[in-house]
C-alpha cells in the first residue's frame, strides 16, 4: 500500500521558517495537500495542489513538491501555529485516500 | 455556514454494531463528494471510506472494508457509517470531511465536521 512518510516532529523558535516534509514513491505524478490539526480541534486545510492556499490562510503557509519530497513551509512561524500538521495524498492503484502520519510542530 | 454535524458516537462491545450520521447544511450536499476519516486517541488521521455524489461510486480502507458500510441520502443532506463487529482498534473519533470539486480543481476534505468518539470496549 502508498505511504507518506513525515517527521514526528519539527521545533522552530517564533520568526523562524519552519519546514516540514512528506516524503513518498512517486510524487510527481499526484498532488499533495497539507491540513493543519489543532489540539482538540478538526483538520484544517491549509495547502492544497502542492502549493496553493486556500482562501483565509496566511500569507507565510507555502507548499512545494519536487517530486521526491514536499515541503509545507511556515515563514515567520508564530506561536498560533503550533499544531499537528498532516501531508494527504491519493494512492491511484486503488483509488485510496493516504495521509502521511503527521507532524508536531512546536513554536517556542 | 458550511455545517456537517456528526452524532451516534458511543459506548460499543466488541462485535458490536453502530451507525453514525453526518448532518450536512450550508451547501447543496447531492454536489459533493464525502468521506468518513478517524482518528484513534494520540493518533494520526486515517481515511475510512468514501462515496460519490450519487453513492454509485465508493471505497473502503483495507481495515474496515467488509465490516464499514458508507451511504447517502441527498433528500435529507445525510451520510452515513454502518459499522459491524467492531473492534477495539476501531476507538476513534470519526469526522466527515467533504471534497470540493469544480471545473477541473479537485479538494478533497476541504471541510470538516467536528467528529464523534467510537469507544469499543467490554
Known amino acids: 500500500s502508498y505511504e507518506l512518510t513525515q517527521p514526528p ?4 523558535s517564533p520568526g523562524q521558517t519552519a519546514r516540514i516534509t512528506c516524503s513518498g ?3 510527481t505524478e499526484k498532488y499533495i495537500y497539507w491540513y493543519q490539526q489543532k489540539s482538540g480541534q478538526a483538520p484544517v486545510l491549509v495547502i492544497y495542489e502542492d502549493s496553493k492556499r486556500p482562501s483565509g490562510i496566511p500569507e507565510r503557509f507555502s507548499g512545494s513538491n519536487s517530486g521526491t519530497m514536499a515541503t509545507l513551509s511556515i515563514s515567520g512561524a508564530q506561536v498560533e501555529d503550533e499544531a499537528d500538521y498532516y501531508c494527504y495524498s491519493t494512492d491511484i492503484s486503488n483509488n485510496h485516500k493516504v495521509f502521511g502520519g503527521g507532524t508536531k510542530l512546536t513554536v517556542l | 455556514e458550511v455545517q456537517l454535524v456528526e452524532s451516534g458516537g458511543g459506548l460499543v462491545q466488541p462485535g458490536g454494531s453502530l451507525r453514525l450520521s453526518c448532518a450536512a447544511s450550508g451547501f447543496t450536499f447531492r454536489s459533493y463528494e464525502m468521506n468518513w476519516v478517524r482518528q484513534a486517541p494520540g493518533k494520526g488521521l486515517e481515511w475510512v471510506s468514501y462515496i460519490s455524489t450519487s453513492g454509485n461510486i465508493i ?3 483495507d481495515s474496515v472494508k467488509g465490516r464499514f458500510t458508507i ?3 441527498n433528500a435529507k443532506n445525510s451520510l452515513y457509517l454502518q459499522m459491524n463487529s467492531l473492534r477495539a482498534e476501531d476507538t ?3 469526522y466527515c ?8 480543481v479537485s479538494i478533497p ?3 470538516w465536521g467536528q467528529g ?3 469507544t469499543v470496549s467490554s
Open chain 1, 9 to 12: 516532529s519539527v521545533s522552530v
Open chain 1, 25 to 27: 514513491d512517486a510524487l
Open chain 2, 59 to 61: 471505497y473502503y480502507a
Open chain 2, 71 to 73: 451511504s447517502r441520502d
Open chain 2, 92 to 94: 476513534a473519533v470519526y
Open chain 2, 97 to 104: 470531511a467533504r471534497d470540493f470539486s469544480v471545473r477541473g
Open chain 2, 109 to 111: 476534505f476541504d471541510f
Open chain 2, 116 to 118: 464523534t468518539l467510537v
